[in-house]
């Protein structure tokens, strides 16, 4: 049940009929994993905790960095230095002391270590290297978990929603073989408007509660594209390719059922 004070809370995104009493409950009991505390991670963290979700275990093991401070708002001057995840942790705590938050030290990779994967409703890819989203994304796959992307480029930005009841996966959208060099350029390496992963981040959380409440519609095999140059948005679909079964296959080989 909703307490009194969850109540008042909430009240204004309870007063919306697609979410009501029985959407904020399932925000409360739902356990998210975001991957990544950066400048896509931050607005992600931000709007969950915002919003309610009951648990939000986060992934990341940077420093917060100078650099970082013109878009990663979850920062700031004094925190120089320090874990990003602990930074994050106790700032989401201040946003919304209702809800629970876990820092996970683990690393994604392709060691076998993801069985934690399976312990959550949604797994959120706020990562900005194309190796560890493959990962991401064959973990999501072997567990049966949606994932939430987002990646930015420039002035661009990319929101989609993979593996969403046995949907399209990241490789069917960008397919990837073993022989492949990741080229796709980091952000840090090109540069962005620094309020693009903020934007980019709140579409990636509002896809997070879609999937949650069952409200509106899940980009499950589409592509939605910001250009904040040009103030553009278009969504595109791409076409399932059927790689599921193979990847199931390979992550056999890693991951104990």
Request: hydrophobic share 40%; aromatic share 10%; charged share 20%.
């Amino acid at each position: 049940m909703l307490t009194n004070r969850e109540l008042r809370r909430y009240s204004r995104q309870i007063m919306i009929p697609e979410i009501g009493m029985d959407g904020q409950l399932k925000l409360k009991n739902a356990n998210i994993l975001v991957i990544g505390a950066g400048g896509l991670g931050c607005p992600v963290l931000q709007y969950l905790a915002a919003a309610g979700v009951g648990k939000i275990s986060i992934i990341d093991f940077d420093l917060v960095d100078e650099t970082n401070l013109a878009r990663q708002t979850l920062y700031g001057s004094n925190d120089l230095g320090k874990l990003k995840s602990i930074i994050a942790k106790n700032r989401l705590e201040n946003i919304n002391p209702l809800c629970e938050y876990t820092i996970l030290n683990r690393r994604v990779d392709n060691s076998g270590n993801l069985g934690f994967f399976r312990n959550y409703d949604v797994i959120v890819d706020a990562t900005d290297n194309s190796e560890t989203r493959y990962t991401i994304n064959d973990a999501c796959v072997f567990y049966r978990k949606p994932m939430v992307h987002g990646s930015i480029y420039k002035y661009e930005g990319i929101i989609s929603v993979f593996n969403y009841n046995n949907g399209p996966s990241y490789r069917d959208f960008n397919s990837s073989t073993p022989s492949d060099t990741f080229k796709n350029p980091a952000p840090s390496a090109v540069g962005f408007f620094g309020v693009l992963p903020g934007i980019t981040g709140m579409y990636m959380a509002n896809g997070v509660i879609k999937i949650i409440t069952g409200a509106g519609e899940v980009l499950s095999g589409k592509i939605f594209l910001i250009n904040i140059f040009n103030n553009t948005f278009n969504t595109f679909s791409f076409e399932d390719e059927n790689v599921n079964q193979e990847v199931m296959e390979s992550m056999e080989t890693l991951i104990p059922v």
